[in-house]
């Protein structure tokens, strides 16, 4: 409701701070505002309105009760820069009807205020409540203003502004805040504060509210939502790239302090803020800042403000806004939770495509149906990778391999995607089967796994989203894969087969359609504290990589030579465990990547997860012994392990270890791999990696290459468990020559 800001502030301040039952009105203050009453009903000129502003400023200043809150309103609506909506106020009859059960036929005034209608709505209203008998009893009744006054009470705003600190002596530090209105100082420190509050203060932007709203299911009985503050910058040293925001239910959140420092000389530095949620992005925040090279200097014109903020993303409405910040947008997010109650796994899929509305929700029993989808997939993958009818010794495949596997893979990836869509449950989805779900999702989207809270055990059962298989497909001789795929769009735009369920299309499987990415990345929740998701390994030149290798691998020394010619790289490698120890208890701040080139899987005995050197096996407990502290956030990359009882269930305990101790996220197999491919996979992707592609991306690309250049689908196999945009924050030298595959 753009007001006529004053007038519209100050009625709807006092109207909302009568609505309080605390306040309470003497005979007197009640004629007052009755005889204001009679004078608003008759106001034509905004002249006349300072007349009645002083009188009603009197009143309230008499009544501390009503002036507190009168105060506490007026700041709510500042902050809202009068986005009330029209709809909430109702009509002079509707008005009359409700105080008077008639609507009188007399009308006063003729046209008021020059063209604002609810300046003039609003006033008439205010002055028709006011000259009642019970003015303070009268607006406790209108159901309109406590509409308006739930709508102010649930807004927020995410404040940024920059302060610094003036050294008052014995260790005493005192803040002072920077005004807007100025530039920073390069090298000064500065402290760059984050709340969340109905205030809007700090450099400002236009007010979009924090998203509330999207917070409203996590709630349960919590007072609190620990939130992750994410702040990066090119121009700025930040002390910390991520920390926690304790937001309370309503209110004000406590102040979170970054240390800041422009290393920008001079011109516009930039910081990017996000807000997150367990790994899902509510608010994203670009401030644009003036930095001067000494105090004092000069200003042009052109460079003012100085200090500029722009929301560059908020949830409620993914998909109209323009600037998408640094993330692509989750179309779609997977829920995964456990029910403790009765171990059933229930799965929630939040189709963003249409704002934020729920796709559909129900159970599925991990016990029964899903658990033998689940075990079919990877059994055919397992076959397919570890046979020699399959791709164990070779990495460049044929029409002939491909018709012999992708009919049975996606056969069992199509049970397994009605097994997690299945018909008539859900309210949206209803029979079918997930095609709505699959017109709404465009190729490239990024698809957000999160397990929410699962229990110990259960928790352990991840899905190899990247086989889930999209369209219907008839199991019959006459099934072959789609010669025409290499010749079309991942859409298959124009292609004579799309709906032939005879051929087999693998555009159709998610793996190549999407980027997933399963974060958060730990699931068993035994962690103290949540990790916070890092986007951004920080890794300086050359890139330091620790190589743990079963030393009975065949190509692990050829593997070593390319990695060393993709870029420049220190290579750290440890063949026992003792070196391991070695190189973790002198490098762990350095370490950008830890590659694990070796056997995994479950202990028989024990039951127990665990990774392979060349002399022993590596369990949990050696992680948390090790007691690492890796600061660069390297990434985990756990490939080449052939051994029969791998797959996801054998490492994601071992995925929290890697957590705890700081990694970014971790790369795995949805079963055993052949050492032949697990090499040529890690080359590929690690050149891209270094050039300093996004992980999610990266891994994306190099299965669709695999699939088209080498007609492998083995691409299939790995596995995402953190954020898509992972990526070196320094790229690599890229080697004079490419380097030839195998």
Known sequence: MSMNSSVNKVLLALLLALREPEVSL??????????????????????????????????????????????????????????????????????????????????????????????????????????????????????????????????????????????????????????????????????????????????????????????????????????????????????????????????????????????????????????????????????????????????????????????????????????????????????????TRDGSTDLRFLDRTQGNQELVSYNTNLQSGLGSAIARVRQKLHSMASTKEGYKSKTQGDMKLLNTWLPQLADAGRYLYRSLLPENKGRTLGEDNGEKLRAALKPDSVIQVNPINPIVGLGKATIPWALLYERKVMTSKEVHVCEEFLNHDIDCTGCP???????????????????????????????????????????????????????????????????????????????EINDLEMIWANHSSDLDIVYFYCHGGIDEIEQLPYLQLSDDKIYSNFLEACEVNWQHRPLVLLNGCATADYSPESYISLIDDFRSAGASGVIGTECPVPELFAEFYAITLLKRVFRGEPLGQAMLTVRREMLQQNLNPLGLVYSLYAPYEIALARTLAQPPVDIAHH
């Open 497 to 575: 087969f799309k709906d032939n369920y005879k051929v087999v299309c693998p555009h159709a499987f998610w793996g190549y359609r999407y980027a997933i990415e399963q974060i958060p990345a730990w699931t068993s929740g035994e962690l103290s504290q949540t990790p916070s998701l890092v986007w951004q390994i920080a890794n300086n030149q050359p890139l330091y990589i620790n190589f743990n290798v079963r030393e009975q691998f065949r190509f692990w020394q050829n593997h070593l030579s390319k990695i060393k010619q993709l870029g420049s790289v220190e290579m750290l490698i440890a063949k």
């Open 26 to 339: 003497t005979n007197d203050e009640r004629s007052l505002l009755q005889d204001i009453g009679r004078q608003l009903q008759l106001l034509t000129d905004s002249d006349d309105w300072e007349f009645i502003e002083e009188q009603l400023t009197a009143i309230i200043q008499m009544n501390s009760v009503l002036n507190r809150f009168f105060q506490y309103n007026k700041v709510k609506l500042d902050a809202l820069n009068s986005q009330i909506p029209q709809e909430f106020l109702p009509s002079l009859d509707e008005l009359e009807q409700g105080i008077f059960g008639e609507s009188k036929e007399v009308k006063t005034f003729d046209g008021g205020f020059k063209g604002n209608v609810q300046s003039d709505l609003l006033i008439r209203l205010t002055g028709t409540i006011f000259n009642t008998d019970q003015p303070d009893k009268t607006v406790k009744q209108q159901t309109f203003i406590q509409n308006i006054d739930e709508f102010t009470k649930n807004h927020r705003f995410l404040n940024t502004y920059f302060a610094y600190s003036d050294d008052a002596g014995e260790g005493l530090r005192h803040l002072i805040t920077v005004p807007s209105s100025e530039p920073l100082i390069h090298g000064q420190t500065y402290f760059l504060l984050i709340d969340i509050s109905p205030e809007r203060k700090g450099i400002q932007t236009e007010p979009i509210p924090f998203p509330d709203q999207a917070l409203a299911q996590v709630w349960n009985d919590s007072e609190s939502l620990p939130l992750d503050l994410v702040v990066a910058s090119k121009d700025f040293n930040i002390d910390a790239t991520v920390k926690k925001l304790i937001l309370p239910r309503s209110g004000a959140s406590d102040i979170v302090q970054f240390t800041v420092k422009p290393n920008l000389f001079e011109g516009r530095g930039y910081i990017q803020v996000d807000l997150l949620y367990r790994g899902y992005l509510l608010q994203s925040k670009q401030l644009a800042v003036l930095i001067i090279p000494v105090a004092g200097a000069e200003i042009p014109e052109s460079l003012r403000p100085p200090q500029t903020a722009s929301i560059t993303f908020t949830t409620i409405d993914l998909l109209t806004h323009e600037k998408l910040a640094l993330l692509p947008e989750r179309f779609l997010t997977v829920d995964v939770q456990v029910d």
